[in-house]
């Protein structure tokens, strides 16, 4: 009766490990994606007489190929990984470099942040750099985490993040930059970074901020559209002001899915960046908050496979990836709800672009390889001999000799 009580709570407890919660929550997103990217997209295809299966088809082909990625990477051994982040490092530097160049890089609404990959796909040459960033972050700290305790020691992993930032920034993207300083920000947290030193960084990284703003003409457009939007409503808080009237048209249960107007020419991005508002039209406050419950369980299971990885490399990497997930979320979310300037950060697993959807799952992939690969090895349980043979009364456990009762019978008899 104990065993087999006991069998049920390991199966249980094997049904909720953080990498299924991950890897469960994952593919909802990726589903319910699927759906909305065919809402929010198809009825404007329909109204200009394109195919309203053409994004959905291609989202789908992308979510294929982010499943081989994430299989790719749940089996690759720990030292592949490691081998990995100075290369992918490197080319993620060299494309964010040549995606600047005009002629190379595909600008699109005044930004050059895509590489042409074919007349049907584009790489975001920003997508990779964030997982090669946390790839090499791991490594790097993981060879000599003392020395995060001073500021010395802090500034090769500094130097190397804002570089990578500042390509970003440059494209321009500033809601990606900010993601890559969260991711290694996280992990410099995790690795036993001083918080003073961190700090001072959080305030040199704000007048930084400031500074970007305060340079280009759209950020300070995107900045005062957020405090008041109805400052210009036909102009730079059109996109905010649709996505609040989406909102408001959904209310509790939504207008019922696909049955959104909003996305017909009215919410600009309806199926990338704002897609969140189409579901909050479509579905009501019950959609957002399913979506907002679902990167909390990914938020959780992630931090969850950091708290039992079993070496610093595999901590800092699965914290590092996780905040890349959580932050992209909270930007957006944050974004589409007016509480937080527009800054062009999709959500993630939800919205289109295929780049963001292979690069998700194959950190995803990589989560759950830290997982499997942490989990500690199965006491086994010291049996009594006593217990094997029947024999209790015996502290030895070996069986009576019955030879020796025979003889001991024949002498009483005898005497």
């Not at 900045?223 to 405090?227: D, E, G, Q, R």
């Not at 909050?280 to 957002?288: H, M, Q």
């Not at 010291?382 to 069986?399: C, K, T």
């Given at each position: 009766?104990?065993?087999?009580?006991?069998?049920?709570?390991?199966?249980?407890?094997?049904?909720v490990?953080?990498?299924r919660l991950l890897?469960g929550?994952?593919?909802?997103?990726?589903?319910?994606?699927?759906?909305?990217?065919?809402?929010?997209?198809?009825?404007?295809?329909?109204?200009?007489?394109?195919?309203?299966?053409?994004?959905?088809i291609?989202?789908?082909?992308?979510?294929?190929?982010?499943?081989?990625?994430?299989?790719?990477?749940?089996?690759?051994?720990?030292?592949?990984?490691?081998?990995?982040?100075?290369?992918?490092?490197?080319?993620?530097?060299?494309?964010?470099?040549?995606?600047?160049?005009?002629?190379?890089?595909?600008?699109?609404?005044?930004?050059?942040?895509?590489?042409?990959?074919?007349?049907?796909?584009?790489?975001?040459?920003?997508?990779?750099?964030?997982?090669?960033?946390?790839?090499?972050?791991?490594?790097?700290?993981?060879?000599?985490?003392r020395?995060?305790?001073?500021?010395?020691?802090?500034?090769?992993?500094?130097?190397?993040?804002?570089?990578?930032?500042?390509?970003?920034?440059?494209?321009?993207?500033?809601?990606?930059?900010?993601?890559?300083?969260m991711?290694?920000?996280?992990?410099?947290?995790?690795?036993?970074?001083?918080?003073?030193?961190?700090?001072?960084?959080?305030?040199?990284?704000g007048?930084?901020a400031?500074?970007?703003?305060?340079?280009?003409?759209y950020?300070?457009?995107r900045?005062?559209?957020?405090?008041d939007?109805?400052?210009?409503?036909?102009?730079?808080?059109?996109?905010?002001?649709?996505?609040?009237?989406a909102?408001?048209?959904?209310?509790?249960?939504?207008?019922?899915?696909?049955?959104?107007l909003?996305?017909?020419?009215?919410?600009?991005?309806?199926h990338?960046?704002?897609?969140?508002?189409?579901v909050?039209?479509?579905?009501?406050?019950?959609?957002?908050?399913a979506?907002?419950?679902?990167?909390?369980?990914?938020?959780?299971?992630?931090?969850?496979?950091?708290l039992?990885?079993?070496?610093?490399?595999?901590?800092?990497?699965?914290?590092?990836?996780?905040?890349?997930?959580?932050?992209?979320?909270?930007?957006?979310?944050?974004?589409?709800?007016?509480?937080?300037?527009?800054?062009?950060?999709?959500?993630?697993?939800v919205?289109?672009?295929?780049?963001?959807?292979?690069?998700?799952?194959?950190?995803?992939?990589?989560?759950?390889?830290?997982?499997?690969?942490?989990?500690?090895?199965?006491?086994?349980?010291?049996?009594?001999?006593?217990?094997?043979?029947?024999?209790?009364?015996?502290?030895?456990?070996?069986?009576?000799?019955?030879?020796?009762?025979?003889?001991?019978?024949?002498?009483?008899?005898?005497?």
């Open positions: 009766m104990k065993a087999t009580s006991r069998r049920g709570a390991a199966a249980r407890t094997a049904a490990s953080p990498e890897t929550a994952v593919l909802a997103l990726v589903c319910f994606g699927l759906v909305m990217v065919y809402s929010a997209s198809s009825a404007v295809a329909l109204l200009g007489e394109g195919d309203p299966m053409d994004f959905v291609r989202q789908a082909v992308f979510a294929v190929i982010g499943l081989g990625a994430y299989l790719v990477c749940a089996r690759m051994r720990p030292a592949a990984l490691r081998r990995l982040s100075g290369p992918a490092l490197a080319v993620a530097a060299f494309l964010l470099l040549i995606v600047l160049i005009p002629g190379v890089g595909v600008a699109v609404n005044g930004s050059r942040r895509w590489l042409s990959l074919g007349s049907l796909a584009q790489l975001q040459p920003s997508e990779v750099a964030k997982v090669a960033l946390a790839l090499w972050l791991a490594v790097a700290i993981a060879r000599d985490p020395r995060l305790r001073t500021m010395r020691g802090l500034v090769p992993f500094l130097a190397v993040t804002a570089a990578i930032a500042m390509l970003i920034l440059i494209e321009p993207d500033m809601g990606t930059a900010a993601v890559v300083v991711v290694a920000v996280s992990m410099l947290i995790v690795a036993g970074a001083r918080l003073q030193h961190l700090g001072a960084l959080a305030v040199a990284l007048a930084l400031l500074m970007a703003i305060a340079m280009a003409p950020r300070r457009e900045l005062l559209a957020f405090l939007p109805w400052h210009d409503p036909s102009g730079v808080g059109f996109q905010t002001i649709q996505a609040q009237v909102f408001g048209s959904g209310g509790l249960g939504g207008v019922g899915l696909g049955d959104g909003q996305k017909a020419f009215y919410l600009p991005e309806a990338t960046d704002m897609i969140l508002a189409t909050g039209e479509e579905l009501g406050l019950l959609g957002v908050m979506v907002v419950i679902a990167f909390g369980v990914v938020a959780v299971a992630g931090y969850r496979i950091a039992g990885a079993g070496d610093l490399h595999r901590q800092l990497l699965a914290a590092g990836l996780t905040t890349m997930v959580v932050a992209q979320a909270a930007i957006n979310m944050g974004a589409v709800l007016g509480v937080m300037p527009v800054t062009g950060v999709p959500l993630p697993f919205s289109y672009g295929g780049s963001s959807l292979v690069i998700l799952l194959a950190s995803t992939g990589i989560l759950v390889n830290i997982a499997q690969r942490s989990r500690p090895v199965p006491r086994l349980r010291v049996i009594p001999v006593s217990d094997a043979s029947g024999d209790r009364g015996r502290g030895d456990g070996r069986a009576r000799d019955a030879r020796a009762g025979r003889r001991r019978g024949v002498a009483r008899a005898g005497g």
